[in-house]
Structures are given as C-alpha cells and as structure tokens.
C-alpha cells in the first residue's frame, strides 16, 4: 500500500485546481486578447519592415504610410500583446503564490473588454493619422480614461490577493508583481499627463516622455518578465531558487536605479548635462541588479539544463531570462557618452529595442502561456511540432534581426559621424540589413501565427485530454 | 428552477471540490510551488558592486557641470567649468535703476521733481542739474548744508550724503534725474563718480555752495 500524501500537499493541490478555475476566465481572456494583438501587431510590423526597401509599397493608401503604421506596430505591441498578456500572467502568478482564488470575478472580465477597445480605438485613431506624435503615448489621450480604468481593478485584484494570502513567506515573484502593478499605473498616468498636456513645457516634456517610455520596459515589463522566471525555472526543474539574499538584492537594486535611467535616451540633446549624466549612472548601476539576477538564475539551473530539451516552458523562459542579461549589458554600455555618439539615431537602437522587448519579454511570455493556459483550460497542447516551430522561427527571427540590425546600425552612426560621406550613400550601404530584417520579420511572424493556432486549438479544446504535459522530446524512460 | 446567475455560478464554483480524477492532475502534472534557497551572497560580486558604486559616484561628479542647469555641452561638465560657464547678468538701464533709487528722494524733491517751495529745491529745469556733473556727484556723495540758490530762489536746507550707494547707482540716479522732469542733460558715467569719490579721499563734512564753485573751478 502506497503511503498517503502528507494532508498540506494534498490540500495544497486541491487549491490549485480551485485557482485554475477561478483564473480560467479572465486569464485565458487576457493571454488570448494578447495573442489577436500579437498577429495585428506583427502585420504592421511586417508593413512597416518592407517599406524601409522598397518605399513605394502600399505608399498609395494614406492608412499605411510608414508614419502611422510604425506607432501603431509599437502600440498594439506594446497595450495590446505585451500588457494584455503580462496582466494575465500576473493575475494567475499572484492567485497561486497568494493560495487563493482570483478576486473580483464579474468585473476582470469586463476590464478585458474595456482594455480591447481601448486599444482597437487608440489603433485606428492612430492609422487615421491621429497620432499625438509622442513616442510610446501615441494613442489619444481619451485613452488613458479607460486602460487607467482597468489598471486600478487590476490593482485592487492584487491588493485583495495579497491581503488573503494563505502562506505566511511571501515569494520573490510576488515582489516584482507588486512592484509592477503598482508602479506601472503611476507612470502611466504621469507619463500622459506630463507629455500631453501643458504641464511640462519644452525639454521639460522630452525628459519627462522618455523617463516613460523607459520605464514602461524596466518597471513594467521587466518586473512581470523577472517574476514569471523567478516562478517558472524553479517550478518545472522542481528545486528551489538559489539564494534569497540575491532575490532582494536583485529587486531592491532595480527599484532604485532603474527609474533614473530614462534620459540616457536625450544624450547630445539641449538637456542639463548633469541630467544625462545621471541618466547614465542609473544605466551603468543596472549591471548591479542584472547581474544578481543572472547569477541567481544560474546557478538556479546548474545540473539541470537538460530539461531545456524537453519542457517548451523552460526553454522559452530560460532564452528570455539570458536575453535579459544581453539586452541589459547592451543597454547599460550604449548608454556610454563613447557609445552613444555612435549608436544614437541609428538601427542599432531598433535592434536594442527588440532584444528587450522581444527576445526578454515576449520570449518569456511564450513560455508563460505554454505552462499556465493548459492547466487553465484542461487541455494539452496538441502538438509539439508546432510548439517546436514556434520557438525556432521565433529564436531564429530575433537572432537574424538583432545581428543585422546592430550591424547595420553601428555602421550607420559612424558613417553618418564623417561629413563627408553623402547621407544617401548610407542608407544605400545599410539596404541589405533591411531586407534581413524583413526576412526575420517573416520568421517571427510564422512563429506567431503557429502559436495562435496551438491557442486556437487549446481554447477549442482540441488537445489530448491532460495525460501528462506536452514534451518537446520524450523523457527517457518515460 | 430560475437561472443562475453570474454570482451564483461562482460561488457554486468555488464551493465544488474537485473529482478524485482533476485533483491527480496537478500531482502529475506539475511540481510543487516554488521555494526560496538561503546561499550566501559571493563576496567577489559585493566587490565588483562596491567598484560599480565607486565609479558612479566619479562619472557623476566629474561630468554634471556642477548641476547648473544652464550647462548643455559635453566640454563644460567638469567640476568648476559649470559654475565659471554662468552668464553675466544683463547689464541693468540706468533710467530703470534711477528710477528706483530716485524713490529714496522723492519725500523732498517730489515725485515729479519740482521740490517744495521755500523747502526744497527743484530738480526740474534747475541750472545746478543741467550744469556741472561733477559737482552732482559731489553733492551726492557726501551732501550739501548752507544758502544755494536754485531759478532764482534761496534754499537753506541740508541735502543728506550717500555715498554708500555703489558707483553705478549714484551715476544712475543723476542720468535718471539729469533726463526726467522735462531735463535733457547727458549720462553721467559710473567711472566719473568713482574718479570724483577718489579725489574726495576721507572727507566727511557736506559741501556748501561756494566749496563746490571753488572745486568746480578749473
């Protein structure tokens, strides 16, 4: 006779059933809204891409011109896949690391509608020609009305989770949650108001939109990211993470230098110097939370690297985590003065952006769906081959367009620092990248299409019947 | 039966316990949740940080142009270069410095110059104005006692010294006085008035009438 569970881990596990379902909802909602956005998103992309070869494509419909589909790409990324999908993330992250259920049941759902809207609005508002031309606040202001609506039930769900939590030790992840849940709606109202409206004037309004607009990566995105890795590596190699001294380290450092870096994007401008150089320094101390984190991720996964063979969670979490550490040092360096004179207004930014952006957070919410929508809906996925095209086209895409990019782009600004080299002899030097990344746009886009069909599937409820996880390969033995 | 509602569904949710099938689930589906392990922090990596911190501290102060907000340009971030960079303050109108100044003397020459009769004499049109600016700076710098006669009237009343003003504010307060009240005479230089206080050396006794004659005497 088999001895019994001891009584915690069985209830243990009857909560986690009752988490599931009381997620499925609004969680599944969100991650399935974040994929729509994710397809619209990579065909702008893809529109976008083309016409920086060949200008005269789709040049005739005043809808997609180059200066309005490339904020829009940026936006639907940005408010429609990249937020939609880390609030889903984060809901169900902080009901199981709390051990309750979802709070607020009838209205989370209704935030998923509003914020859809808000987006599909703000998207063609911005496709009319609409834009307000700021970077990264370009849908209209009436728009902060309603994603700032759906922030604050987000916020409240948190609080409500936090407050009913059911174990006493609260988890690394849990830490940057909150911190992302609650900085993110304040910059957000802030970065509005500062940049829309009268209350910031002249250089005063540029600072003010790039302390947003970097901020939205660093105490946004990369809070859900770092929390979705703090929980998934452990969770599938199933040993804890290494130190705790080096969690707090990791979080604490980020949240204090992380909000001084934003200016390093004004280096060269008519802003203070001293300004700039406090931007810079914030940018240089990131090695100090960059690298705890790594580390700890490391030495987390030391030994156990073979399971990146198998388990699609972990090899995507685990590719995000190490881009992380990559566009972190990248970006702490280029802040340099030396760098930067090169790099700025360059291609190099571009490939920066999606290092970040891409291969760190959307890499990690790829992993994130692959583990957290099957126990949602009950199903496997249906297929590893499409899982397994997922992460190379998607791998493969990010890699060619980061390289080509960051190429084209340092050549870019050091050709463009010699005056006597003529501007169009440049852009002719640096059409080959172009056309690269248009060819790992398309690799990406694959990616994206086969993993909304493994969605679509899951949601409909084609998968096996939950057996076992699905593997990428099989286990030996197993 | 009525139908349920929204509210109704989830408690009926809530309150289910799982089959004895979907409560296996997570038992072979997944691990445990996540714990926290206790290593210590490598003392190498507190080093490196240590160093980290050390050069920000540097890079700051070595390249914020001493915070001054007018400072844009990489060449004048160094310590001391910002503060050296300030602009000069604009130089100031003289006509608007005497004006100001010309308010300590309106409780006896009046606001529109023309003094109180048997009192205080005139500034408007009177010949001691529109003549020698030298003998102004005098009467200025260490005051006037004893009869003057002023358009043709006598005035027997002590004009106060001020010569603690600065030289630019006395030379402002005579362009002031020497182009209001209908007057048309020229500016008065700040370096005459610190020529005139010069050759004055220590006096302290005010000039009287027929003094000032004998010093504007060539």
Known sequence: MAAPLPEPAVNDRVSRIQIDRSCRQTVVWYMASAV??????????????????????????????????????LSTMIYGWGSMAGVGVLLWLQARLSRVRLP??????????????????????????????????????????FIGFCMGVIIVASVLMFVRRQVKHTYV????????????????????????TDA?????????????????????????????????????????????????????????????????????????????????VGSMMMFIPVITVAVNHHLTMVGHFHHLRTSP????????????????????????????????????????????????????????????????MNVEWHSARWIRVHF??????????????????????????DPNIPFLAIVEYTKPWLHSRSVAGVLMAAGHVSFAWLVWNLIRQRGAALIGPTLLKRRKGA | MSEETPRQRIDREESATPGVVPMHHPIMRELDEPTDGFEPTPVWLMLIYFALIGWGGWYLAMNSGDFQVGVLTDEMMRPGAGLAARPEPAPVDPMVLGRRIYNNCVTCHQADGEGVEGAFPPLAQSEWMLGDEETLVR????????????????????????????????????????????????????????????????????????????????
Request: positive net charge; glycine residues 8%.
């Open chain 1, 104 to 145: 607020l049941r009838l209205l989370l759902p209704v935030t998923v509608v509003i914020w859809n809207l808000a987006v599909l609005y703000g998207t063609v508002r911005i496709l009319q020609g609409a834009s307000t031309g700021i970077e990264w606040l370009e849908f209209p202001v009436e728009v902060l009305a």
């Open chain 1, 313 to 376: 969670t972990l090899r995507f979490v685990v590719f995000a985590a190490m881009s992380y550490t990559a566009v972190s040092f990248q970006g702490s360096l280029t802040s340099l003065r030396a760098v930067n004179e090169v790099s700025h207004f360059t291609h190099y930014t571009i490939a920066h952006a999606h290092l970040g952006v891409y291969a760190f957070f959307s890499m990690m919410m790829f992993g994130a769906a692959y583990y957290i929508l099957p126990r949602l």
């Open chain 1, 36 to 73: 729509f956005w994710l397809l619209a998103g990579s065909v702008l992309a893809l529109v976008a891409s083309v016409k920086m070869h060949a200008p005269g494509f789709l040049a005739d419909a005043e809808w997609l011109t180059f200066g309005r589909v490339r904020p829009a790409h």
């Open chain 1, 200 to 280: 910031a004037r002249g250089v005063a309004k540029a600072a003010a939109n790039w302390w947003f607009a970097h901020n939205v990566l660093g105490l946004w995105f990369t809070p859900i990211g770092l929390a979705t890795a703090y929980y998934m590596i452990p969770k599938v190699i199933g040993r804890p993470v290494h130190s705790y001294h080096l969690s707090l380290l990791g979080f604490w450092t980020l949240a204090i230098f992380y909000n001084w870096a934003g200016t390093h994007h004004l280096i060269g401008g008519p802003l203070p110097a001293w300004l700039v150089t406090v931007g810079i």
């Open chain 1, 392 to 417: 190379w086209t998607t791998a493969l895409g990010i890699a060619l367009y980061w390289v080509g990019l960051t190429w084209a782009g340092w050549q870019q600004g050091r050709l463009m620092n």
């Open chain 1, 173 to 196: 992840s849990q830490w940057y949650l909150f911190g992302a849940v609650l900085w993110f709606p304040f910059l957000y109202v802030l970065g509005v108001i500062l940049s829309e």
């Open chain 2, 139 to 218: 009467i200025l710098l260490h005051g006037a006692q004893g009869p003057m006669v002023v358009l043709g009237n006598t005035y027997d009343s002590e004009m106060p010294a001020w010569g603690q003003l600065k030289d630019e504010q006395i030379a402002a307060v005579l362009t002031y006085t020497r182009a209001s009240f209908g007057n048309n005479a020229p500016a008065v230089a700040p370096e005459t008035v610190a020529r005139i206080r010069e050759a004055a050396g220590r006096r302290t006794q005010p000039w009287t009438a027929a003094e000032l004659r004998a010093a504007a005497a060539p």
